[in-house]
């Protein structure tokens, strides 16, 4: 099962081999590891601060709200070994208020990240969660909250025209005898700029992959079955920047997305397809996004729960005819409040066309990076 994984890995990289946001920009949400030439042969410190409150006001069959409110801490120790290496080594922790121990997840991060010109590479502890600007059906942005840490495997390319992020994730290893299976994701987001003008206008094609592996070969486990989920989706990125006045930006964004599965999992059907239009304008003070989800038999293992047929808290539970169609209403709202402290608001209502049911989310991140340099080794 891992040799098929990994050959459909390798397909997608070949297939899918400026700089460009999916939807609502989350720079502010990501995680980027700096290497600046002039540090070489420095050490140093590095702290990530990450407060989050997220409410999903749910009330349908899919996902029940909930409350995620809490924070992360992310301190650690650099050496930059040459213009070209930086190694890193710390901890990661998370405490959601109220919860019953210190910290609900800790654990040791380490990446050993190599950069020449715009290529680099990672191996440990990747940039991972929101920065692999996948789009929100895809990949879940409470990602950032509960999966943050990811460990294995990354490449990147990224220009003034083009993102390419390709990487694997591996979520659960085992040893021989293990009650679990080994978990793994691995993704590629490929997305150049085709056309762009002088008076900022841009065309850019989002190209996206994921593969969800549950399997092995020498555990125990006799629960949990094996599968191979396959999400992929392709778009269209017209932007249109202005540099004076009201209105910053308006974009159109339409994608077409599928899933297919290869298993014995037992699901009611192994393939579906989707929909996905969003428009968007950033206006001086707010950024507000129309959104339109169309679905037919579609579940991604990673993606935002409420975009599926398939609920989240009761997994036996399936949406009858597979079909799920939702508009969305978002409010955006970024600002840096004091050096290198920022914050994102969001207000996100959205409407069941089938249950003309009305749910909505809304949440507040703040967001402190900073790199302290020291001496440089002599």
Do not use: C
Request: cysteine-free; charged content about 20%.
């Amino acid at each position: 099962m891992i040799k098929y994984t990994t050959s459909l890995f390798l397909t997608f990289s070949l297939l899918f081999s400026v700089s460009s946001y999916a939807q609502l920009d989350n720079t502010y949400l990501q995680d980027k590891i700096n290497i600046n030439p002039e540090d070489s042969s420095r050490f140093g410190v590095s702290l990530n601060v990450f407060n989050y409150m997220r409410n999903t006001e749910y009330y349908n069959d899919i996902e029940v709200g909930r409350t995620l409110f809490g924070y992360q801490l992310n301190p650690k120790l650099f050496y930059q070994a040459s213009p070209h290496i930086k190694i890193e080594t710390g901890v990661f922790l998370r405490n959601d208020f109220g919860g019953k121990n210190p910290y609900t997840f800790a654990i040791p991060a380490f990446t050993l990240k190599t950069q020449y010109n715009n290529l680099s590479m990672l191996f440990g502890t990747l940039e991972g969660a929101l920065s692999h600007r996948m789009i929100e059906p895809m990949f879940d942005i409470a990602r950032a909250i509960e999966n943050r840490i990811e460990n294995g495997f990354q490449l990147k390319y990224v220009t003034g025209k083009t993102f390419f992020d390709t990487w694997i994730n591996w979520e659960n290893f085992i040893e021989r005898g293990s009650t679990s299976k080994e978990q793994l994701t691995a993704g590629i987001n490929y997305t150049p700029v085709v056309y762009q003008s002088k008076n900022d206008l841009s065309v850019s094609i989002p190209l996206q992959g994921m593969i969800s592996h549950r399997g092995g070969q020498i555990d125990k486990d006799t629960i949990d079955q094996l599968y191979v989920k396959i999400n992929a989706a392709i778009g269209l990125r017209l932007s249109k920047r202005y540099t004076a006045g009201f209105i910053k930006e308006l974009r159109l964004e339409p994608y077409y997305l599928i899933y297919k599965e290869n298993s014995s999992s037992g699901m009611p059907f192994d393939n579906g397809s989707a929909y996905y239009v969003n428009a968007f304008v950033n206006t001086k003070y707010l950024g507000m996004m129309l959104s339109y989800w169309n679905a037919n038999d579609f579940i991604a293992p990673r993606g935002t729960a409420i975009y599926q047929v398939q609920s989240v808290d009761n997994p036996a539970y399936f949406i009858k005819d597979g079909k799920r169609e939702l508009l969305f209403l978002r409010f955006l709202y970024e600002k840096p409040l004091f050096d290198r402290l920022f914050m994102t608001a969001r207000l996100e209502p959205f409407y069941d066309l089938k249950t003309t049911q009305v749910d909505y989310s809304y949440s507040l991140y703040l967001s402190y990076k900073q790199d302290f340099n020291f001496r440089k080794r002599k």
